[in-house]
């Protein structure tokens, strides 16, 4: 079965650092998103991606962030400078069509010291 | 605003028997709904979901979920819970015009004992 890969599954920084997470969506998948959820917390919406540009996005998702497909197959989260509070697991996600069931990857665990 | 309420925070079952876990939610339209089950250390591994059409849903691991727009509720279902069935799940909504942005509830977390 067609798995979403993230890498890697645990990262460690510390504040102030910008810290790059991969994701290789499912391959025929034409949407893309990140996800967070801080430990003991929801699951958070950050960022859905089409057409190579940002489709929409939350108020999570400030200007330390940013998303990019470099290539054909990469999807990555760029957080431009860690802070404590953006210690948590993130998962990225891929979906053929809106609407269809968005499949998500193992996520990166990030934490901040 | 869109929200998801899953009002339990845990559900114990014995092996064998039937397992419900709650969902309600409150978005305008008619929303996408969709179940999620997260193991220790992994990712969410999708169970189901309910776009139109029938209302009861049937998906992985022998789950299923009923829509009832009339009580806004997506409660999933499992007629003979196993061990293995222990695990968070995650009940989550996406209004058919914010495609992606999927709103999740807090999850419940499942304990079947033998």
């Known amino acids: 079965e067609p798995e979403v890969t993230q890498t890697p599954s645990h990262q460690v920084t510390q504040m102030g650092q910008e810290v790059i997470l991969r994701c290789v969506p499912i391959s025929n998948h034409l949407y893309f998103y990140w996800y967070r959820q801080i430990l003991g917390q929801k699951v958070e919406f950050l960022v859905s991606f089409y057409n190579n540009e940002i489709s929409e996005k939350s108020e999570i998702f400030d200007d330390q962030f940013s998303v990019e497909r470099p290539d054909g197959s990469n999807f990555t989260l760029k957080i431009r400078s860690t802070k404590l509070e953006d210690s948590a697991m993130y998962f990225c996600?891929?979906?053929?069509?809106?609407?269809?069931?968005?499949?998500f990857g193992s996520g990166t665990r990030l934490t901040v010291v | 605003a869109q929200s998801v309420a899953q009002p339990e925070d845990q559900v114990n079952v014995a092996e064998g028997n039937p397992l419900t876990v709650k969902c309600t939610y409150s978005?305008?339209?008619?929303?996408?709904l969709f179940w999620y089950v997260q193991y220790p250390n992994r990712g969410l591994q999708f169970l189901l979901k309910y776009i139109t059409g029938d209302n009861l849903v049937k998906g992985s691991y022998g789950f299923e979920a009923e829509f009832n727009k009339s009580q806004t509720s997506f409660h999933l279902k499992k007629p003979s819970a196993l061990v293995s069935d222990s695990a968070l799940y995650f009940c989550?909504?996406?209004?058919?015009?914010?495609?992606?942005?999927?709103?999740f509830g807090a999850g419940t977390q499942v304990v079947v004992t033998p």
């Open positions: 989550a909504v996406t209004p058919p015009d914010s495609w992606g942005k999927l709103q």
């Open positions: 996600a891929s979906s053929e069509r809106t609407g269809g069931g968005y499949t």
């Open positions: 978005v305008s339209g008619n929303p996408y």
